[in-house]
């Protein structure tokens, strides 16, 4: 029996000096930083209707975030990195997030995130829990 395929967000990036370190690997918190880009370009291609919610007082908050790293990245490395949607809960969305080294005829598994966000609304001076908008749910539908 065949287990259906998950489908992914594709965010393509190459690595540049500055996100190396001294060493001359990737520096580890650029992982995250990748996420959070690949995140925003989703919202870009699939979900341009935010932009407006994000302007009426909708917050998307990042309430965690983790990165487990198997394989070191240099500069001039292509990656990958996968996005989908883990988990949704009221306000909460899981998103989960796979980097791929891409190399002549075959990618490598380097490392893998996740991160949980928190819709909220900024009302009366304060941040107040808030549905995960219908386009939004629309949008990750497929990704799940």
Known sequence: MNEPRLRFYEYR??????????VGNVYFTNHLSWQGRCRELFLRDHAPEMLGELARGLSLATVSCSCEYFAELAAFDEVIVRMRLAEM?????????????????????????????ACMRHEGGKLSPAPVP???????????
């Open 13 to 22: 990036h190459v690595v540049g000096f500055a996100e190396t370190n001294l």
């Open 134 to 144: 219908q386009s939004l749910r629309e949008a990750l539908a497929p990704y799940a």
């Open 89 to 117: 809960v009221q306000n909460r969305l899981k998103l989960a997030f796979e980097y791929w080294r891409k190399q002549p005829g075959a990618e490598e598994l380097v490392a893998r995130g996740e991160q949980q966000i």
